[in-house]
């Protein structure tokens, strides 16, 4: 896992403030590496369970819905994502997969499969901010939240 990344570099960095803050969850934040990718730092337990989430799935996945997730520190703490762009509106993820509502979009045949094969809790996808554009594509950026992370940490 650990090959090439230096994790203690990035902590420290972090620390330092070099990286551009995007944005935080109940679980984790994220900062702009400035090289193409993001890291998701777990703030608490169910953070690292998130991470642990999306490596695993992005490492199974080959369906083009999610961003990419490249490495991940050994505890999990740190996770590097592939960067997407900023969606500002669900109506172009609903575009993209040709429905007119949120309903239709969870009802469609790829967030069905992903549901049904990774244990997702669609609700999140329902948000713009788990969502972002990669090639022009609409992409999940944020996929940790499984029904084992919500039980088990979110009660």
Partial sequence: MEMGIAFNQIKLNIKRGYYRYIGSGSGRK????ENGYVVKVAKNKAGIAQNKSEYKISSIDNSDLFAKVTQAS???????????????????VWKYFNVTSKRQLFKSKELQNIKRRYDLLLGDFARRSSWGM?????????????????????Y
């Fill in 30 to 33: 994220v900062f702009d590496l």
């Fill in 74 to 92: 050994n505890d999990f703490e740190l996770l590097i994502m592939q960067k997407a762009d900023n969606i500002y509106n669900i109506s172009y």
């Fill in 134 to 154: 990669i090639n022009g594509r609409p992409v999940i950026i944020d996929y940790g939240f499984t029904r084992e992370v919500k039980d088990r940490y979110y």
